[in-house]
């Protein structure tokens, strides 16, 4: 935090006041998200701020409709005096947000609060042209808009999340895991569609950002994640910050070598974890060891044809109380479980966080748990927990990466 006021004479040489203006702005905006609304008071001592500075952003911001007023609290120490707290006006923007996933596509309107007010779902057609898919996605995403009464000027931008590594900076997606095979720009083809500004980011990382802007972020500063279903995707937060390399890869404990020239994974390696754990691959185990002597139940339920044990179906039989069945799963979760207290005895993070499709089953996160202690009984009790966004996985990425870049951190340019 750097004051407004300070010159050269202070050692700070060269530095532009509208950047420092803009550093100060971003500070509180981020500071009013994480801890609610405060007293400008308080936000100036959080801060080591003076308060005439901050008194001076927070009046511009007001004015520009981005912080409110809401209401007075009495102050402890001092009888009649009171504070007026300040607090981000959360309807000052909407947010479009577009989770891209192999098998389907979910787009969103939401509030900067995280408040989604409707969504749409479409199947991922990853063998048409990127081009005519990404356009009836913004054909998509006006049309809710419409339904809502929402307008473009009212719209901040768009976040998207696509599965694989992505160059923010750029806003194409490398490779996008079973969807496309190509680098596609989809920053700019959906930006092009829409007229507004457009974030794109990894899915993991993005969820990660999800949780530093509304999740665990805002409590603990260093975070493993880990997505299960339909793959395993990881990524890292490192003081607060999302861990990013220089290459744009992302932290993928999917992609650790578990068998020595094993099969050929989707990244073009060959014995990755996916290979035993991505759901594709579960339901492939749990088909060739399917007999009716090993798993009675799930015969029954799949009436005798184990070919119709899919990765598509498989909460409807993951479930199942077969012996048999516990038994193949328990061997793919341990994979997993080893791979995860491997990556943590690394890490050494504050906490881990897990989330997907394969851990929203209570049989599956219970394993998962168990086999992790079993390695280290200090992961029992809390160390690993289900993320409290699982419920709004599917929009709630791409909305914290476009609220992160384009008001939070860019401390919001309109005045």
């Not at 081009?131 to 768009?158: H, P, S």
């Not at 993005?206 to 409590?219: M, P, V």
């Not at 070598?257 to 759901?279: M, N, S």
């Amino acid at each position: 935090i750097i004051e407004e006021g300070q010159d050269e004479t202070l050692g700070y040489t060269g530095i532009n006041l509208g950047n420092v203006k803009m550093s100060n702005r971003s500070s509180i905006l981020k500071l009013l998200n994480d801890c609610g609304a405060m007293s400008r008071k308080d936000i100036a001592i959080e801060l080591g701020l003076t308060p005439a500075t901050v008194t001076l952003i927070c009046t511009e911001l007001i004015s520009a409709g981005i912080l409110c007023e809401k209401g007075e609290v009495e102050e402890e120490r001092r009888a009649g005096r009171r504070k007026v707290l300040i607090d981000i006006n959360y309807q000052y923007r909407y947010v479009l947000s577009v989770s891209i996933e192999a098998a389907k596509t979910c787009i969103a309107i939401s509030n900067l609060k995280g408040l989604c007010l409707g969504a749409k779902w479409m199947p991922t057609d990853g063998g048409q042209d990127p081009e005519k898919f990404l356009k009836t996605v913004a054909d998509e995403g006006k049309a809710l808009m419409w339904e809502q009464g929402i307008t473009k000027d009212m719209v901040l931008g768009i976040g998207v999340s696509v599965p694989g590594p992505v160059s923010r900076r750029t806003g194409i997606s490398q490779h996008a895991y079973r969807i496309w095979n190509k680098a596609v720009a989809v920053g700019e083809l959906i930006g092009k569609q829409m007229d507004l500004p457009v974030i794109v980011e990894n899915n993991v990382k993005a969820f990660a950002e999800g949780e530093l802007i509304y999740g665990n972020g805002k409590e603990w500063e260093n975070l493993l994640f880990i997505k299960w279903g339909p793959g395993v995707g990881s990524a890292i937060i490192i003081q607060g910050r999302l861990y990013d390399s220089q290459n744009s890869k992302t932290a993928e404990i999917g992609h650790y070598i578990v068998e020595k020239d094993g099969k050929q994974c989707r990244c073009g390696r060959k014995g990755c974890l996916e290979t035993k754990v991505a759901t594709h691959a579960i339901a492939e185990q749990v088909r060739a060891a399917c007999t009716e002597e090993t798993m009675p139940q799930l015969c029954r339920l799949m009436e005798g044809d184990p070919n119709r044990i899919e990765a598509r179906n498989i909460s409807e039989w993951i479930e199942t109380e077969d012996d048999g069945l516990g038994r193949v799963l328990d061997d793919i979760i341990e994979q997993l479980a080893r791979v995860a207290v491997n990556t943590i005895t690394l890490l050494a993070p504050d906490k881990v966080i897990i989330y997907g499709e394969m851990f929203s089953h209570p049989r599956v996160e219970e394993r998962f748990l168990h086999f992790c202690s079993h390695y280290d009984a200090s992961y029992h009790g809390g160390y690993i927990v289900k993320s409290e966004l699982s419920d709004r996985i599917e929009y709630i990425g791409p909305l914290a990466v476009a609220v992160n870049e384009l008001f939070l951190l860019a401390g919001s340019q309109e005045d």
